[in-house]
């Protein structure tokens, strides 16, 4: 029974206490909170809420500790720190920092005698598994990802850390005729303002400076600079009545060439279609849990990424069972 700790009981928090229930080889043990403890509620009555700054006394209550903090300025503090005293996992997003994370990441948990995976989710996660795989199959070939339609969690997170917003949320938008283009096997050459626009919903305070937020938001970089951006400014029941759900999606494809001259054309596409994004996130954490605690049995330390990381090692099957039903 490995036991697990979440740090940060927001949705993906949530969904993660959700994701242990379907698994029978983990355990929620404690969840960390920022907030006072006594105003957190949460569902499995087992686990006990602490704060965030008694953490470290409790380490030798917990294999592993799941990290879920925002992208854009939680986990990169949080994740090496952490790591130094914890087994510890998270779902860092910001695709253009990841090599740094990663650096700073396997340098604490190398010191602390620790296994970390960072990176893990849909994207980046399962997509990049999918890229890998797919280019590897036909290195003649190009890689397009697309996604949504569907609701950010990071972008909506970096939102709401502006200045005068209250809440917000952020749409991902494929745009349809280059994926029409891809999936024809055409190979186009697409900049990132060509495959996607963004789409915000944003709710400011009374009397916020809504020019300033919107060139903040439009200008962010490696978030939505790149892209086309609309921000609308609405009310908080509006967004309560209309954007509730996290939902989102996407897909992976890779259009390449086979034969002496490349003369067959093949499409490999890898598809997501989610209700809700944060508790499919969760669900990939909880599998790649496991597969850290297998890695620190063996005496791995230092940081992974899912690319790092053997599929049988995700599975409670054992590689017989693998062997005879999923081979």
């Known amino acids: ?6 740090l940060g009981y927001g949705n993906l928090g949530r969904g993660v206490e959700c994701a242990i229930k379907q698994n029978e080889d983990m355990e929620l043990t404690y969840v960390f909170t920022r907030r006072d403890p006594a105003t957190v509620k949460i569902l499995t009555d087992s686990a006990k809420v602490a704060s965030v700054n008694d953490i470290l006394n409790h380490k030798d209550e917990i294999d592993i500790l799941i990290i879920c903090g925002g992208s854009a300025t939680d986990l990169p503090e949080q994740t090496p720190e952490y790591a130094k005293h914890f087994n510890v996992i998270d779902s860092f997003d910001t695709h253009a920092k ?3 994370h990663f650096s700073n990441v396997d340098r604490s948990a190398k010191e602390g005698g620790h296994i970390a995976l960072i990176s893990v989710g849909w994207d980046p996660g399962m997509f990049s598994l999918n890229r890998v795989y797919a280019s590897a199959i036909l290195p003649d070939g190009a890689d397009y990802t697309f996604w949504g339609r569907g609701v950010s969690q990071g972008h909506s997170d970096a939102i709401r850390r502006i200045e005068g917003v209250l809440d917000a ?3 991902t938008c494929p745009i349809e005729s280059a994926v029409e283009s891809v999936r024809k096997g055409e190979q186009p050459e697409l900049s990132t303002r060509q495959k996607h626009t963004r ?4 709710v400011a305070a009374d009397g916020a400076d809504l020019a300033k937020i919107e060139k903040e938001i439009k200008e962010m970089p490696n978030y939505f600079a790149d892209y086309d951006t609309t921000v609308t400014f609405i009310s908080k029941e509006e967004l309560d009545r209309d954007h509730q759900g996290i939902p989102h999606g996407g897909m992976v494809i890779r259009s390449g060439r086979t034969g002496w001259d490349l003369e067959n054309k093949h499409v490999i596409e890898y598809s997501l279609k989610l209700d809700s994004n944060p508790e499919f996130t969760s669900s990939v954490l909880i599998a790649y849990a496991r597969a850290a605690m297998r890695m620190h049995a063996e005496g791995q330390r230092g940081c992974r990424t899912v690319l790092d990381v053997p599929p049988a090692y995700l599975s409670r099957m054992s590689g017989d069972e693998l062997r005879a039903h999923m081979l």
Request: a neutral charge; hydrophobic letters at 40%.
């Open 1 to 6: 029974m490995t036991k697990i700790g979440i």
């Open 169 to 171: 949320r952020q749409y």
């Open 199 to 202: 789409e915000c919903f944003v």
């Open 98 to 100: 990841i090599p740094d």
